[in-house]
């Protein structure tokens, strides 16, 4: 990762990142998120990944057996792709309280007018906001908690989170402020990468979600070769050959995305890759992004699936995660309450 960081020297190097258990991972998901994550690991960071499960309830209702379902195949999703419970901190939001209890003072902190200026909310919530909950309002609060709550310096996410990222530097500025102390560490959105915002197969001006009704726009982390071959088979393109260089992928967002993606699976820079396929027709270009997004992810999906078969295994990493990781928040969050008055 890049350095620049804002905090000062008195804060651990320490990355916290999260994903919300809804639905099944996606290539976005794994190229935004989780590569990067096994990636940072190796790096000079302590390193605490969470399960986010209070945030994937603000949106709809989840049936509980899947939301249970979700936050195990995450779990073995975070593993298979290299998270080591060993090295890093790897658990689920609700077994550690203080997340929740150091929003409610966030929630304190925030101003309205910030909340509203969120996109994604805006987004969300749409036309019909006086029925979405409170929660998703307040959302971007538990997410500054989520970071805060373990003096967290860098926090790695994919383009679309940038802007909760900056609304918890907001919050940590302001209660440092409000108090007069140096508290909270200002934390950095780290967004790096060919795929910091993978977009749908179906249509480049879209991000690839998990919520998206046609799955033929997102790759799941659990398609088998045959659906990710036809998957990238179907893909929107243009009639165009690939260009030899960057700039020739300005106006073609499919064309891009695809480009991006194979950089990001095989390690390489876009114009790298553009080096080596500059020419070619989709014909032939598709053919090989398949066949390394099969050698990339197929190993993934078979480890997930054993994983899942061992349930007991993945109930016991995250009880054990949580216990570390409230052994770093509790101090805090009590340190929090001094500071604000509440008495001990
Ligand atoms: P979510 O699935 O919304 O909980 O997102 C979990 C993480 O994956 C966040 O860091 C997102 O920024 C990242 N992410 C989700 N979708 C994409 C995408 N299409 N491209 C890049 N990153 C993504
Ligand atoms: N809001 C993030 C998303 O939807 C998930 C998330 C929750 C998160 N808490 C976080 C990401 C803290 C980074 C840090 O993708």
């Keep these: 990762m890049t350095e620049g960081v804002q905090t000062s020297p008195a804060f651990t190097k320490r990355v916290f990142s999260g994903i919300q258990p809804t639905g099944h991972l996606t290539l976005g998901n794994y190229l935004g998120a989780l590569k990067r994550f096994a990636e940072v690991q190796e790096q000079d960071y302590e390193t605490i990944f969470c399960i986010v499960d209070q945030h994937a309830i603000t949106a709809t209702l989840q049936d509980p057996a899947a939301l249970a379902r979700a936050t195990r195949e995450l779990t073995a999703g975070f593993i298979a792709s290299g998270i080591d419970p060993e090295k890093s901190v790897l658990f689920n939001q609700s077994q550690v309280a203080e997340h929740a209890q150091l929003a409610w003072i966030f929630n304190c902190v925030a101003r309205m007018g910030w909340m509203q200026r969120m996109t994604q909310w805006k987004d969300k919530a749409g036309k019909n906001s006086q029925n979405a909950s409170l929660g998703l309002f307040a959302y971007p609060a538990l997410m500054a908690a ?189 340190r929090t309450y001094e500071i604000i008055g509440m008495v001990r």
């Design 146 to 334: 989520d970071i805060l709550v373990y003096h967290a310096t860098h926090v790695p996410v994919g383009e679309d989170q940038k802007q909760h990222v900056e609304l918890t530097r907001d919050i940590a500025t302001k209660f440092n402020h409000d108090y007069g102390v140096d508290f909270f560490p200002i934390a950095e959105p780290v967004i790096e990468g060919a795929a910091t915002r993978v977009m749908s197969l179906r249509d480049g001006s879209k991000k690839m979600s998990k919520s998206d009704p046609s799955d033929m726009s997102r790759i799941n982390m659990t398609d088998d070769a045959d659906t990710i071959a036809s998957k990238i088979r179907k893909a929107r393109t243009d009639p165009d050959a690939l260009p030899s260089e960057a700039k020739g992928l300005e106006d073609r967002a499919e064309a891009r995305n695809l480009v991006n993606i194979y950089a990001a699976l095989s390690d390489q820079s876009v114009e790298d890759v553009l080096r080596d396929v500059g020419g070619k027709q989709f014909s032939e270009f598709k053919p090989m992004l398949s066949d390394l997004a099969v050698a990339k992810l197929s190993p993934i999906s078979t480890e997930m699936a054993r994983l899942m078969e061992h349930q007991d295994e993945i109930d016991t990493i995250l009880r054990k995660g949580a216990e570390q990781a409230r052994a770093i928040a509790a101090p805090i969050l009590s």
